[in-house]
């Protein structure tokens, strides 16, 4: 029997499809890479973390949180687990507005900036757990409905079905995720990808789409926002230099003649030494009550 579109199976499945088709579209060297890419974001840390501290994405954040208190989600008795907290960005503001923060991170270096964040702000009620989140058994850690926020933003983590479940499964109250909507960052490296391998980029299997639906599916009603980030994008052009060529040492050999074309690409984007996104980024942010006096089998959405 066909699958119904609002059936959770069917959007399990759906999703799963995407995941090896991406798998599939994928370069030879992209085989070795983990779930996260550890290496990667090791060497992106510090680069990442000033990026994710400018005036634009800390007025971005704040409005976030405001929206996460006024609804009651996050509150002084509320205990966080932050799902790939990377440098301590929402870690950090979090624990001065509620109970304790668990940050799970799996990148060494971005629990160096993290820790070094703790002690300069001197914030006590943050507590670091160095693991993947495909790695982490709820169970053995005692996370089990341990938390009442589990938050994952824009986190590489949450790569599919099951990462969404455990989400779920840790959390006494609420969830939130948010994710790119479309392609996303990768749309920035779209030309210089074809240029590299001579066909289109993989479709992108962590789009908000997916998550959204599943959980829909499932019978929950997450509230969802969207936003772009068009001007949000402050990259000079050394940074964004960087940037693309660690993207694309996961997947090929970075040599001279490659490093001239990402710079000659890079240079084309730039003005006044800024880089200009080739197309605006959209961004989804979804948060929903994980009760099962929450769950509706039909009719509209019930919020949060």
Known sequence: MELQANAQTFWENQWLKTIERSKAEQPARSEARGPCDINRWDNMAKDFA???????????RDA???????????TPKTRVLDVGAGPGSWALPMAKLCAHVTALEPSGGMIDIMSKRIEQEKVDNISIVQKTWQETDLAEQGWKKAFDLVFAS??????????VMKLMAASTHYCYMSAFS???????????????????MPQKH????????LVYAMGYRPDITFSWWNKEIDWDRDHTIRHITRFFQS????????????????????????????????????TWSVHEDRKTTSGGSDGI
């Not at 000033?50 to 971005?60: D, Y």
């Not at 890079?266 to 996104?277: F, L």
Request: hydrophobic letters at 35%.
């Open 64 to 74: 976030t949180l405001k929206q996460l208190v006024d609804k009651g989600i996050l």
């Open 206 to 213: 962590t789009d908000i789409i997916y998550p959204f639906n």
């Open 182 to 200: 479309g392609p996303g960052m990768n749309q920035q490296f779209a030309p210089l990808w074809e240029k590299f391998f001579d066909r289109p």
């Open 154 to 163: 824009m986190t590489p983590g949450i790569d599919g079905p099951d990462a």
């Open 251 to 286: 997947h090929m050999e970075i040599t001279r003649e490659a490093e001239q074309i990402i710079a000659d690409y890079v240079e084309t984007r730039c003005v006044d030494g800024e880089y200009v996104p080739a197309a605006p980024v959209c961004r989804g942010a979804m």
């Open 50 to 60: 000033q990026r994710t501290s400018g005036e634009k994405a800390s007025v971005k």
